[in-house]
């Protein structure tokens, strides 16, 4: 059970470039989500999905666009890399309803744009 | 609107002593959870504490316990007999159960002294 997993790891890319970062998650989870984390920001989230088929935006959504391929994938691309999309990325997913539901993360992409 | 506070960007405490982490929110959603995550320098996010707003008493998981004060909107995370291994960042987030968005604070870095 490999819980969430992301690729790649590191990343550098010159401004204009694009790329796509993967997250596939092994727990059957119906919900995913995007964050990028910037030193004192906290985690903001870019692109989450409720449910096979569906995306809907976050707090910072410009520049970003998702795909939820399937129930375990959710893969988010970069169009047009900028300086300030130079982030770590995270990819999450958790279960439905109430209760004790918590994200579990994957390790995370540092991303650098130059 | 959802919104996380975390007042504290640095926190240091004595080896062995307690601490308290503050967090605040605000929703006017009737049925949320509050979390805890650390993040140790690693990068990893690793899951401690979940409160849900209709849960009579405070939740505890070993040396973690969260202070819940629901009419002042606080959910402060209590570590008991700090060690070297708590030396992390750590953030509170919310989860109000009309949407599937989690909310995070801006984190608290947490440095325990020997």
């Known amino acids: 059970n490999a819980g969430v997993t992301q690729t790649p790891k590191f990343q550098v890319l010159k401004t204009g470039q694009s790329m796509t970062l993967q997250c596939a998650q092994d727990m059957n989870h119906n919900s995913m989500y995007w964050y990028r984390q910037d030193p004192g920001m906290g985690l903001r989230l870019i692109y989450y999905s409720a449910s096979e088929g569906t995306t809907d935006k976050g707090e910072v959504p410009n520049g970003y666009n998702v795909s939820r391929l399937n129930k375990r994938e959710f893969s988010l691309r970069l169009e047009s890399a900028a300086p300030s999309q130079t982030s770590v990325y995270f990819c999450?997913?958790?279960?439905?309803?109430?209760?004790?539901?918590?994200?579990?993360f994957g390790p995370g992409t540092r991303l650098t744009v130059t | 609107a959802q919104k996380i506070t975390q007042t504290q960007p640095g926190m240091f405490v004595q080896e062995k002593e307690a601490v308290t982490l503050d967090c605040t929110y605000d929703?006017?959603?009737?049925?949320?959870?509050l979390f805890w995550y650390k993040q140790p320098s690693s990068g990893e996010m690793i899951f401690l504490i979940y409160q849900g707003s209709y849960d009579q008493q405070n939740a505890t998981e070993g040396r973690y316990s969260l202070n819940f004060q629901k009419a002042r909107k606080s959910a402060n995370l209590v570590i008991s007999a700090s060690q070297l291994g708590d030396s992390a960042m750590y953030f509170c987030?919310?989860?109000?159960?009309?949407?599937?968005?989690?909310?995070f604070g801006t984190g608290t870095s947490l440095t325990v002294i020997p």
């Open positions: 987030a919310m989860r109000a159960y009309t949407g599937n968005q989690f909310y």
């Open positions: 999450a997913s958790s279960e439905d309803g109430t209760g004790t539901y918590e994200q579990y």
């Open positions: 929703t006017s959603d009737p049925s949320y959870g």
